[in-house]
């Protein structure tokens, strides 16, 4: 069944959605010594949403990505499953909790903004981008 160009509006919102959140999510990664950095996101032949990363040289491609118009959920999306692939890599704490905390923080919205957030306290720990 073919889409209509309200649909084609809506996922092209969606990826331009995405795409501003690639630019702060690689700033945060970046800034906080990940291994994987966000390069990109693209959408597939069946409308799924699909982030593309660079790691040690070396591109792969991780999804799929909810579809959202909302910048601040769009960055946690995106962090929250780029964080997985940074424990793949071995650093399973990272980016940092709370001093004294041996687990990661989690990517959530915190008051409508983007935040890495501990998991056991709720608190925020520091946004994100």
Do not use: N
């Not at 501003?20 to 799924?48: C, K, N, T």
Request: glycine letters at 10%.
């Amino acid at each position: 069944m073919p889409r209509g160009d309200e649909d084609d509006e809506l996922l092209l919102g969606v990826l331009e959605c995405y795409e501003r959140a690639v630019r702060r999510v690689a700033q945060d990664f970046a800034r906080r010594g990940a291994v994987i950095e966000p390069m990109g996101v693209y959408l597939d032949a069946l409308d799924a949403l699909h982030v593309c990363f660079g790691r040690r040289g070396q591109e792969g491609i991780l999804g799929s990505l909810p579809p959202t118009r909302d910048p601040e959920l769009a960055v946690v999306e995106m962090a929250d499953l780029l964080q997985e692939k940074e424990f793949d890599e071995g650093d399973t704490t990272w980016p940092g909790c709370l001093p004294d905390h041996s687990h990661p923080p989690t990517a959530a919205l915190v008051y409508g903004v983007a935040c890495w957030q501990c998991p056991r306290s709720h608190a925020s720990v520091f946004p994100i981008g």
